[in-house]
């Protein structure tokens, strides 16, 4: 049984939804329930028992009502659970706590909240509890986060306890008595007239949970818990406030108590336990700011750097009230030193260059909202320990830069035109050319074979720099005619070099340095001798000039040279070659070139190449679209041409894209054409799959098995059963199941439909009980002739009900095609019956052994058998009736007990379920065998519906 449970919580666990689609999520639950309260289950099943709840508790209990009924069956088993199982015990605790917090329970208003919080402060009181204990405190914790206020009435106790506490459990209290104040001071600001006697009130209560006094106001799962996240992260004048004036001894004493013991937590909780005294500061102006100016000298010396942001969050928060003008300076040096410190992590390093971007002051100009903006006291001197090397990793180089950058930006405003490096521009100067000379050294790398990261990092730099003194002109200049040089280098840089024109364009949209930078690009390309270019450069060339084709302010004189040279019949290496790559990158040159602005001064030289490309090029595809280029540039107006050849912004057909079809004056578009190639949609359904009458199931192919060894399977115990077993061996056995359909119009007349051909039927699934279905195609639909018949042929996974969506797309007499939706099939439970597939040569007595056979083997429970138990009034007629209408396939005859009908269902691919029908004195009773117990349910629903039938006297049914 444990094995079986673990493959199944596996395959919940690998994907739940697929695993629910055999089963409901509220018969999983119960098995599950049904599991837990079962006291010869170990202690370690009932741990993985409780995983679904715990990894997917909405799913398993989507409901308030679910989930209530939920926790209470799981704290009855916390409460029978014995001591000595510590950690089942701790894991029900959490499996209530995320039942609770993922449903609308959690408001308290329901009793299993209220007697589940109880519960929890029970435990977290309990000196005996050890580990179960600390995980009481972390439910707690995670109830209060979910739902800010449940425990605010609780204040005393919680204090009480943490100050009680001296074992390693006091972090655990600590952390939860912090989240508890904060959640309880930020409710009193939400009330409007709260004063010093409600905190003081707030602290000394100890009254029952706050939904009793509260049952309409309380919160509801999961509001304000967003809001509550961090009251830090926006500007401070978004903080709420409570005026207490300066009385607020209670709070103040608290507050000191924690901030004594702090140093005893681990860094992590003391940074979480400092943010939220932080918010508690600020949202009582009454404390001052100076309450954590005894941990500051603590705080301003770590190493750790979860304490050194949470430094940061407190002068973020308080600025000079709490940190002086030394402090500050202090602060942005040790942040200085740490991003360069040669033993700490890159990650650690990019942090606090990080910090120091977003450095907050005391005394800042403007409050950027976010921005980088950096501090005044950073200044050049101080910046000039980080300044970038070439031995730095990528992203610390790029970090640097940037902040050098921002240094010097600040320093000069970007304004060194004219500066000399050690002229009037003294040692802003200097610190820029610096900066300059790094970017040139990153580009004598990547100019000697340098690797990926290294070209990275260097384009990346490249644009941080331009970013922030594209304005320098003697910089900008040398940017650009050293990049050209790399460029002749090095032709397969030439997606960097157009990606950074891109973004410096989009980026930075008063800067004219991209154009400079594609003109120069132009420039080199066109002017290198053709006898030393090949192939393999010309490809990265014809990328590079399809770029500076793009910009109307460039002239295209020397593009055209250029493809006029290399397409001449002299030049036969290109045309000759037939390079499909190659000829599509001289086209796409040409393509722009058509819808350049500059295009009349352009139009013979472009004919040319054209005509050369047509002529010339031994790929018929560059061929044909080169002719159709010539055909247009010759034939349409440079608007039209313009209308044609520039792309669609959007999907859908415009009045612009109309506008289009109109202008070309090549070919009149033929609505009849374009109408027949279209599949329609139809406004519509007009066809359905109705159920035909219902035949008897064609025998499923067999073993050759003779008479005489099936009467000798039928005498000895046990032949006759494996004898059937053994025809499963054979692949594809008896796992199909035929489904006969008549295909026919709706009642709906239209004459355009009456006549439908070459329909073709697509089937799409709505679960996975089920194989894919192959598509069926029909010859032909009339209105006036008998519908045809569609076999449907079904192979499940699962012999469940289900439901098919169809699509057909057909051709009417006019030759359109049209697609419509059908109605959906549905499948039901019943039309899975097959026969007993047993061998055609079997008589009455080796069928009657294997239901005998097979009911022994059932009501063994072993595995995933069941029995079941269905009963019902119904008169002896009424009952011969159901089984002459709805069993005469599935009988199964017995002579020695003719009171009782067996009846042997067949499911496939191997599901059997086993009928005894019997009529009592008081009732029929269907007695149930299955060797799949999922089958129950929809056994029981489909014997409900045939004994309820009209024709049928009204019964009286239950099922066990």
Request: hydrophobic share 40%.
């Amino acid at each position: 049984m444990a094995a079986g449970w673990s493959a199944r919580i596996s395959a919940f666990l690998r994907g739940p939804r697929r695993f629910l689609s055999g089963t409901s999520a509220d018969s999983f639950l119960a098995e599950l329930l049904r599991e837990l309260r079962d006291d010869r289950a170990a202690s370690g099943l009932k741990v993985l028992l409780l995983s679904p709840l715990c990894e997917h508790p909405a799913l398993l209990c989507p409901s308030a009502s679910s989930a209530e009924d939920t926790a209470l069956e799981l704290s009855a088993v916390f409460a029978q659970c014995p001591p000595t199982a510590v950690e089942f015990r701790c894991q029900l605790l959490v499996a209530v706590t995320c039942v609770l917090v993922c449903s609308p329970c959690t408001s308290g208003h329901l009793a299993a909240s209220r007697d589940f919080l109880e519960l929890l402060l029970q435990v977290a009181q309990d000196p005996q509890g050890g580990g179960l204990r600390a995980t009481a405190c972390e439910c707690l914790r995670e109830m209060e986060r979910c739902c800010p206020g449940l425990l605010s009435q609780r204040l005393e106790l919680l204090d009480g306890l943490r100050q009680q506490e001296s074992s390693r459990l006091h972090q655990a209290y600590a952390g939860l008595h912090a989240l508890v104040l904060r959640n309880a001071v930020h409710e009193l600001t939400q009330q409007a007239g709260a004063g010093p006697e409600h905190l003081r009130a707030l602290l000394g209560g100890n009254a029952p949970l706050a939904w009793e006094a509260e049952q309409d106001s309380g919160p509801t799962n999961g509001s304000g818990s967003a809001g509550l996240s961090s009251l830090l992260l926006g500007p401070m004048g978004a903080v709420p406030t409570l005026h207490t004036g300066p009385d607020c001894k209670e709070l103040r004493a608290v507050l000191s108590s924690l901030l004594e013991e702090s140093y005893l937590l681990t860094p992590l909780c003391q940074a979480a336990l400092l943010h939220r005294l932080i918010e508690v500061v600020a949202m009582v102006p009454g404390i001052p700011p100076a309450i954590f100016r005894a941990q500051l000298l603590r705080l301003l010396g770590t190493s750790e750097v979860c304490l050194l942001h949470t430094t940061l969050l407190l002068k973020s928060a308080f600025t000079d009230s709490l940190f002086s003008a030394e402090d500050e300076a202090f602060m942005l040096k040790r942040l200085v030193v740490l991003s360069q410190h040669p033993l700490l992590s890159t990650p650690e390093k990019l942090f606090y260059m990080d910090c120091i971007a977003h450095f907050p002051e005391n005394r800042p100009i403007g409050c950027g909202d976010g921005d980088e903006a950096l501090p005044l006291l950073l200044t050049q001197q101080l910046a000039s320990a980080l300044l970038p090397t070439v031995f730095n990793d990528g992203a610390t180089l790029l970090a640097r830069l940037h902040l050098l950058c921002l240094v010097h930006l600040e320093e000069d405003g970007g304004e060194e035109d004219g500066a000399g490096g050690d002229g009037a521009g003294g040692d802003v100067g200097r610190g820029l050319a610096y900066l300059y000379d790094h970017l040139t050294s990153l580009l004598h790398i990547v100019e000697s074979g340098g690797s990926r990261e290294i070209v990275v990092t260097f384009f990346r730099a490249s644009f941080l720099f331009l970013s922030h003194f594209h304005g320098v002109e003697r910089y900008a200049a040398g940017l650009v005619e050293r990049l050209c040089r790399l460029y002749l280098r090095q032709p397969q840089l030439a997606p960097q070099l157009i990606n950074l024109a891109d973004q410096t364009q989009a980026r930075l949209p008063g800067c004219d340095w991209a154009l400079g930078l594609l003109k120069a690009l132009q420039q080199a390309v066109i002017s290198a001798p053709l006898g030393r270019l090949t192939l393999r450069d010309l490809g990265w060339h014809l990328k590079t000039l399809a770029r500076v084709a793009e910009e109307g302010e460039i002239p295209q004189h020397g593009t055209l040279g250029f493809l006029s040279g290399i397409v001449a019949p002299a030049a036969s290496s290109l045309c000759g070659g037939g390079d499909w790559r190659l000829g599509n990158g001289v086209l796409g040159v040409c393509r722009r070139l058509l819808v350049h602005p500059s295009l009349n001064t352009l139009l013979l030289p472009l004919a040319d190449v054209l005509q050369h490309l047509s002529c010339n090029y031994r790929d018929i595809d560059v061929q044909d679209r080169a002719r159709l280029y010539y055909s247009l540039l010759t034939t349409l107006s440079q608007e039209k041409l313009v209308a044609v050849m520039e792309q669609p912004v959007s999907g859908g057909v415009s009045g612009q894209q109309v506008k289009k079809r109109t202008l070309s004056c090549l070919m009149a578009e033929s609505e009849g054409l374009a109408s027949a190639l279209t599949v329609h949609q139809t406004g519509k359904t007009i066809l359905r799959l109705r159920e035909a009458g219902s035949t008897a199931p064609d025998a499923p192919p067999a073993l050759d098995v003779t008479q005489a060894e099936a009467e000798e399977c039928s005498d000895e115990a046990g032949g006759a059963l494996d004898a059937y077993r053994a025809q499963f061996s054979e692949p594809g056995f008896a796992s199909q199941i035929t489904l006969r359909f008549q295909l026919t119009h709706v009642d709906a007349d239209d004459p355009r439909f009456d006549q439908l051909f070459s329909i073709r039927l697509h089937f799409s699934l709505t679960d996975e009980s089920y194989r894919d279905l192959q598509d069926v195609s029909v010859p032909c639909v009339f209105r006036e002739r008998a519908a045809p018949v569609v076999e449907l042929r079904l192979t499940p996974r699962l012999p469940y009900p289900t439901t098919l969506r169809v699509q057909a797309i057909f051709t009417t007499r006019d030759g359109l095609t049209w697609t419509s939706s059908l109605p959906d099939v549905h499948v039901a439970f019943q039309q899975t019956f097959q026969a007993l597939p047993a061998p055609v040569s079997w008589g009455p007595a080796s069928r009657l052994s294997v239901f005998q056979q097979l009911w022994e083997e059932l009501s063994g429970e072993a595995g995933d058998c069941a029995l079941s138990l269905f009963c019902c009034q119904l008169t002896d007629a009424a009952l011969r009736a159901l089984v002459g209408k709805h069993f005469p396939a599935f009988l199964v005859p017995d002579p020695s007990c003719e009171d009782e009908v067996k009846v042997l269902l067949f499911l496939p691919p191997q599901s059997h379920v086993l009928l005894r029908i019997r009529a009592d004195e008081d009732a029929v009773h269907f007695s149930i065998a299955t060797n799949d117990w999922r089958l129950l349910p929809h056994v029981n629903s489909y014997l409900l519906a045939v004994t309820s039938a009209p024709d049928h006297a009204p019964p009286t049914a239950a099922a066990v």
